[in-house]
């Protein structure tokens, strides 16, 4: 038997410790936190991505009735900013939550699941890392790519 860790680089950091382009990004996925509609929950995500071309393409979560088909932030910005600039791939993606008080999370939260899987497909075709950043209002985590948040991840690819 054979026993590994797997070991996930992560660096926390405050606002004014991040580049312009990262803060840029953590601005707009906070403010499309206020595009969300989330009658159910009550938390509102926002997503930013930043493409190879320099655009930046933001979603916000949408819920539904028939919960749960609603689509999460990141979902929401992937699939459009596939859909508008297939040619593009992603670089960085950056996501903000504000909690049922309206309240930006002092805690970073990252996506779930199925937004992990979707964005790893992304990454996947860009062909590179595309850097996360998770949004805390007290901190802020870096990490090196989507695959960082799903390290044992099922792909067509491998």
């Known amino acids: 038997m054979d026993i590994r860790q797997l070991v996930i680089p992560l660096t926390i950091a405050s606002y004014d410790e ?9 601005d707009e996925a906070r403010k499309m ?11 509102s995500v926002g997503a930013a991505i930043l493409l190879s ?17 609603g689509t999460c932030a990141e979902r929401s910005a992937a699939y ?9 791939k992603f670089r960085v993606i950056a996501i903000a939550a504000r909690d049922t008080s309206g309240i930006y999370t002092p805690q ?28 805390g209002s007290e901190k802020i985590y870096l990490l090196p790519s989507i695959k960082s ?4 991840a099922f792909s067509e690819f491998d």
């Open 108 to 135: 970073p939260i990252s996506p779930c699941g199925a937004c992990r899987q979707a964005l790893l497909e992304y990454e996947t075709l860009s062909g590179g890392d595309v850097k996360v950043i998770l949004v």
């Open 80 to 88: 459009y900013a596939h859909a508008r600039y297939p040619e593009a």
């Open 149 to 152: 948040l799903l390290p044992l």
């Open 18 to 26: 991040l580049d312009a382009i990262e803060r840029q990004l953590v």
């Open 53 to 69: 071309n320099g655009e930046i393409v933001t979603g916000a979560n949408q819920e539904n009735a028939a919960y749960p088909s």
């Open 33 to 43: 936190t206020y595009n969300s509609y989330a009658p159910y929950s009550k938390f």
